[in-house]
């Protein structure tokens, strides 16, 4: 599975950006069920932003961007996306989107394909 993220920039805190994220190979729709969206700021471990479920739409939030951000999928286009409103300097980061399997979880070891992250930087 290829995953590629886009829609990343520069933008004033408060602001807001939609990051995209787009998945193919043969093996997506047969083994995909999680989606999930990770950020990695400079100096800092990787940490979980949103997760939805492939084929049920469920989804699940950490809870520094519960309210703020929000995670959709178009399952014709095999994509899923991250709308991330009223952004902080503090969600500054590389945020990656890779694919999972059955249990939609915060933990990265649980997803398996990823893609090269888009930079977002949010400034004061």
């Known amino acids: 599975v290829q995953v590629v993220e886009s829609g990343g920039g520069l933008v004033q805190a408060g602001g807001s950006l939609r990051l995209s994220c787009a998945a193919s190979g043969r093996t997506f729709s047969t083994y995909t069920y999680t989606m999930g969206w990770f950020r990695q700021a400079p100096g800092k471990e990787r940490e979980f932003v949103a997760a939805?479920?492939?084929?049920?739409?469920?989804?699940y939030y950490a809870n520094s961007v519960k309210g703020r951000f929000t995670i959709s999928r178009d399952n014709a286009k095999n994509a899923v996306y991250l709308q991330m409103n009223s952004l902080e300097p503090e969600d500054t980061a590389v945020y990656s989107c890779?694919?999972?399997?059955?249990?939609?979880?915060?933990?990265?070891?649980?997803?398996?394909?990823w893609g090269q992250g888009t930079q977002v930087t949010v400034s004061s």
């Open positions: 939805m479920s492939w084929n049920e739409g469920n989804t």
């Open positions: 890779a694919t999972g399997g059955i249990l939609m979880t915060c933990f990265s070891a649980a997803y398996d394909s």
